[in-house]
């Protein structure tokens, strides 16, 4: 059997010098990597030229007005507490969360929120007429009733709040 060399503390001291010089040598490559990249051949005036935007369409008042909207939105969305999720996830939500809070609740993204929302939105605006029964919306939870009425409401579909009774999509007598 071979015997173990021990490390001495000679030993242990060379092998950190020799991962310092890789490390500085690393360093040095990539200083040198990075101002090279940087280097270029237009002088200040030509760079502030490519910056002019004079000649651009958008209006600096449309873009306030759209950031406007934005920020109403997201303090919409805020303040009725839509971005809350709970303390479990599962796979195919995963890509809707925005980050997870030190009480291990997941806050949910706005901006894909509002994304589907709208999505939804043009959806049922094709299926949607005045005091149409091509949309039905159901809940019978204690705290989804009040916002199915509400939608049908608005949008003027059917609302079913109590016990679905089966059948009642297909059997006209019901």
Known sequence: MAKKKKKTDSDED??????????????????????EDFED??????ELDLLDTDDMDA?????????????????????????IGTKLLSGDARRFIYRQTNYGLYVIDLTQTDERLLTAAKFLSKYVEEGSDKVIVSSVRRYGKEPVKQFCKVLGCRAITERFIPGSLTNPMI
């Open 14 to 35: 060379s092998e950190i010098e020799k991962e310092d010089n890789n490390t500085s040598d690393l360093e040095k490559e990539f200083e040198k990597e990075f101002e």
């Open 59 to 83: 209006d600096v008042g449309e873009i306030e007005k759209i950031v406007d909207k934005d920020e109403e939105k997201k303090q919409l969305y805020l303040s009725t507490g839509i971005h």
């Open 41 to 46: 051949e237009l002088d200040l005036e030509e």
